[in-house]
């Protein structure tokens, strides 16, 4: 059985690249969510007239990776203190969030949250609601960094969390 979980944190391209590489993760859908725009487009989002976020919709084993853990990969890919932008990307759709699926999650990003906070300085930006339709992107913006053959550049893949989460690559 499969569970999901939905993130935003800035760009879609690298949200989706980083998790995709998480032992557990079956897969990563780029998309939009937490607005008030049915099915809109990359091009609609962007306008900021919608009041969508880019996310990736995460779906993942449960019995390899829990929600918890995805959590913490998500405060560690990117600055949660960043209202409506992440490094060079600004706007309201590259803001922070984490749309919950369940009263099981809302309580989980709501915990994490507050122990996040204790690691930084400024105050967390992160939103956190419940998701009412995700949106799929477009094609071309599925697995874009692997099918364009860029390098990522606006997240890292966070090892060292995911090496402290005991998550190891199946072969």
């Not at 690249?17 to 937490?34: D, E, M, Q």
């Not at 008030?36 to 962007?46: I, L």
């Not at 749309?99 to 990003?109: C, G, H, N, V």
Request: charged letters at 20%.
């Amino acid at each position: 059985m499969t569970e999901q979980a939905t993130f935003g944190a800035g760009c879609f391209w690298g949200v989706e690249w980083v998790f995709r590489k998480v032992p557990g993760v079956i897969n990563a859908v780029s998309g939009y969510a937490g607005g008030h725009t049915d099915n809109p487009t990359y091009r609609q989002v962007c306008s900021h007239t919608t009041g969508h976020a880019e996310v990736v919709q995460v779906t993942f084993d449960p019995s390899v990776i829990s929600f918890e853990q995805l959590v913490e990969v998500f405060w560690a890919l990117h600055d949660p203190t960043q209202v409506d932008r992440q490094g060079p990307d600004i706007g309201d759709q590259y803001r922070s969030v984490i749309f919950t699926q369940s009263p099981e999650q809302l309580r989980i990003a709501t915990e994490s949250k507050a122990r996040a906070q204790v690691n930084v300085r400024r105050p967390i930006a992160t939103e956190i609601e419940p998701l009412t339709t995700f949106w799929p992107a477009e094609d071309y913006h599925q697995r874009y960094y692997d099918l364009n053959g860029h390098t990522p550049y606006c997240h890292v893949f966070p090892s060292d969390v995911v090496a402290k989460l005991g998550l190891v690559k199946s072969a």
